[in-house]
């Protein structure tokens, strides 16, 4: 059974509007659905601009019929390219990768299958949770149109409940990154770089 869905946005009707109005849009019409209907489904998704993600791990029919109807009641399609498709994407190749796990620590190949697997499950788990997390904050207006409620809080000065939640996954990981700043204006930014370390714990 399929895993992998690659979605086009519309260039219109109920997807009308920003980047924003068009992933808050395609999270309420198609995904806040799919998990009320299979409260126990593992998922998750991502928006890149003008096409989403969506990581459906179900073997049942009706998931991916619901997945199917949804998607073709919105206008929303499949990009022409089959290679775009990611039909042959598995759960094992997309979070089971060395991306998400240290593959040295495997004894064998044997272990490394097993580890992989493992890995697998627990990441899915994590967006899943993440995406019904974020979901709970995404609300239909009265003009019909969908958007993502901020979360006022003295300790989330964007509005946003994730700051707190990102930090605690910093505190909890001590995952640092680089933030990388540009010298120059939005005609030429081929000036010198600054490269500085981060961390949000």
């Not at 049942?60 to 498709?85: I, R, S, T, Y």
Request: glycine share 6%; with cysteine; proline share 4%.
């Amino acid at each position: 059974m399929r895993y992998s869905y690659v979605l086009m946005y519309p260039s219109s009707g109920s997807f009308d509007g920003d980047a924003n109005s068009k992933w808050w849009t395609y999270l309420g019409e198609v995904v806040k659905p799919l998990s009320e209907r299979f409260p126990d489904l593992l998922f998750w998704t991502t928006d890149y601009g003008d096409r989403v993600r969506l990581r459906v791990f179900s073997q049942e029919e009706e998931v991916h019929a619901f997945v199917q109807n949804k998607v073709e009641c919105l206008g929303m399609w499949f990009p022409p390219n089959p290679d775009d498709n990611e039909i042959e994407v598995t759960l094992l190749s997309d979070l089971g990768s060395d991306r998400f796990l240290d593959w040295t620590i495997a004894c064998d190949a044997d272990d490394l299958q097993i580890r992989r697997q493992q890995r697998a499950m627990l990441t899915l788990r994590f967006l899943c949770a993440t995406v019904r997390l974020y979901l709970d904050d995404v609300i239909k207006k009265e003009d019909g149109k969908w958007e993502w409620r901020k979360t006022p809080h003295q300790e989330n000065p964007c509005g946003n409940n994730f700051e707190s939640l990102i930090h605690l996954v910093g505190n909890i990981t001590r995952f640092e990154f680089d933030l990388i700043g540009t010298l120059g204006t939005a005609w030429r930014l081929d000036g010198p770089q600054a490269l500085a370390r981060c961390r949000l714990w």
